[in-house]
C-alpha cells in the first residue's frame, strides 16, 4: 500500500473518488448518491429504504410518521396539508450533495360506491396518490436538471385493472402512469428518467389503513362492496412481499436507460402482457371474477 486511498466501487459500479481534506464521513455523505422516498415510514417506501442504504445510498423520508431506520434522515410532512411536501423537498435538495432521485410511495385508498362516495375523500385520495406527486416532480426537477437523476412513481397494477367501488384509486393510478410517461419526454433531454413501478397486491399495512364506507353509507351495494374489499384484502396479503418491489425499485435506480414502466414479480408481468394481448371484454371479465365482482 502507498498510503494513497483507492478509489471504491460501490454497488451501481460506480467509482467512488475520495475528497482531499475531509474526514471520511463527511466524504462518504458527499459522494453518495441521495434519494428522497416520499412515503418511507413504512411497507414499500419502507423496504426500499433499507434496499438503498444497502447499496449505498443517502436515503431521506418525507411523511407524517418517520422512519425507524438509522441511517434515514426524516423530514415531517403531511402531503394533504398546504405546501410542507414542498417546503421538506426543497430544504433537502438545497443541502445535499449529491441529490440523485425522487422515488414517490405515498398511497392511500378506499372502499366506497361510487354513486355515495364524498367528495372530501375522493378529493383526499387523488392529493396523496396523485397531485402530491405532481407537486414533488415540480418542486425537484430544478435541482435535478444541473446533474440528471431518476424519478419513480410508485403506481399499482390497479391503474390497467379496475376495482369496483374503489374506481377512484384505480384512475388516480391510472393518471399517475401517464404523468410518468409524459414527465420523461419532457425531461429526458435534462438526464431524468421517470419511470412507474407498478406493484400488484403487496402485504403491507396498506390494507388496513383503507377507508371502507360502513353499511349504512353502502346501503343497497353492501354485500357487492363488502365481497369486493374481501377478495382485494386477500389478493394484496397473499401478494408480493414488499421487499421486492424494493428490489424492483432500487434496480430501476441503477440503470441507464430505465423503462417507461414496470411490474414487480412474473405473475403481474404476465397478467400485463396477457391484457395488451387479449380482447379487452375477456381481459376485464377475467378481471372482474379475480375480484369476485
Ligand atoms: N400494498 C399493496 O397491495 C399495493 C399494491 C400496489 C401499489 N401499492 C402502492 O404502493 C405504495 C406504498 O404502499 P404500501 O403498501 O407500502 O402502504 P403503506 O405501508 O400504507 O405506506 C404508505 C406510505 O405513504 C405515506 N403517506 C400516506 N398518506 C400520507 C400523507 N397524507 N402525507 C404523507 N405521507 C403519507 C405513509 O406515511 P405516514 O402514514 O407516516 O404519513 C407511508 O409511508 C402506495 O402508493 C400504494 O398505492 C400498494
Redesign the pocket.
Known amino acids: 500500500m502507498n498510503g494513497m486511498e483507492t478509489p471504491r466501487i460501490n454497488e451501481d459500479k460506480q467509482a467512488v473518488l475520495p475528497v482531499q481534506g475531509e474526514d471520511a464521513t463527511v466524504r462518504a455523505e458527499k459522494v453518495r448518491k441521495t434519494v428522497i422516498i416520499?412515503?418511507?415510514?413504512?411497507?414499500?417506501?419502507?423496504?426500499t429504504a433499507l434496499k438503498l442504504i444497502g447499496r449505498n445510498y443517502n436515503v431521506v423520508?418525507?411523511?407524517?410518521?418517520?422512519?425507524p431506520l438509522e441511517r434515514v434522515k426524516n423530514y415531517a410532512?403531511?402531503?394533504?396539508?398546504g405546501a410542507t411536501?414542498e417546503k421538506a423537498i426543497q430544504t433537502v435538495a438545497e443541502k445535499a450533495a449529491n441529490l440523485y432521485a425522487l422515488v414517490?410511495?405515498?398511497?392511500?385508498?378506499m372502499a366506497a360506491p361510487l354513486e355515495y362516495a364524498e367528495s372530501k375523500d375522493y378529493r383526499?385520495l387523488f392529493?396523496?396518490?396523485y397531485f402530491?406527486a405532481l407537486r414533488a416532480i415540480k418542486t425537484i426537477v430544478p435541482f435535478l436538471k444541473k446533474k440528471g437523476g431518476r424519478i419513480i412513481l410508485?403506481?399499482?397494477?390497479?391503474s390497467v385493472f379496475p376495482i369496483a367501488f374503489d374506481c377512484f384509486?384505480s384512475s388516480s393510478?391510472a393518471a399517475l402512469d401517464m404523468l410518468a410517461k409524459g414527465a420523461d419526454l419532457e425531461l429526458a433531454p435534462f438526464n431524468i428518467r421517470v419511470t412507474s413501478v407498478?406493484?400488484?397486491?403487496?402485504?403491507?399495512?396498506?390494507?388496513f389503513?383503507r377507508k371502507v364506507y360502513g353499511e349504512e353509507e353502502n346501503r343497497e351495494y353492501s354485500h357487492r362492496l363488502h365481497k369486493a374489499t374481501a377478495a382485494l384484502a386477500n389478493?394484496?396479503q397473499g401478494?408480493?412481499n414488499?421487499g421486492e418491489?424494493a428490489s424492483c425499485i432500487a434496480n430501476i435506480l441503477a440503470m441507464k436507460r430505465p423503462p417507461y414502466s414496470l411490474q414487480c414479480g412474473k405473475r403481474n408481468k404476465l397478467y400485463s402482457v396477457a391484457h395488451r394481448l387479449l380482447p379487452e371484454n375477456i381481459s376485464l371479465f377475467l378481471n372482474k371474477k379475480a375480484y369476485n365482482q
Open positions: 416520499v412515503g418511507g415510514s413504512s411497507g414499500i417506501g419502507y423496504e423520508n418525507i411523511s407524517r410518521t418517520p422512519c410532512a403531511d402531503i394533504t396539508v411536501l414517490y410511495c405515498a398511497g392511500f385508498s383526499y392529493e396523496v396518490n402530491g410508485v403506481s399499482s397494477m390497479a384509486y393510478k407498478q406493484p400488484g397486491g403487496t402485504s403491507t399495512s396498506f390494507t389503513k389478493m394484496e401478494g408480493l414488499a418491489v
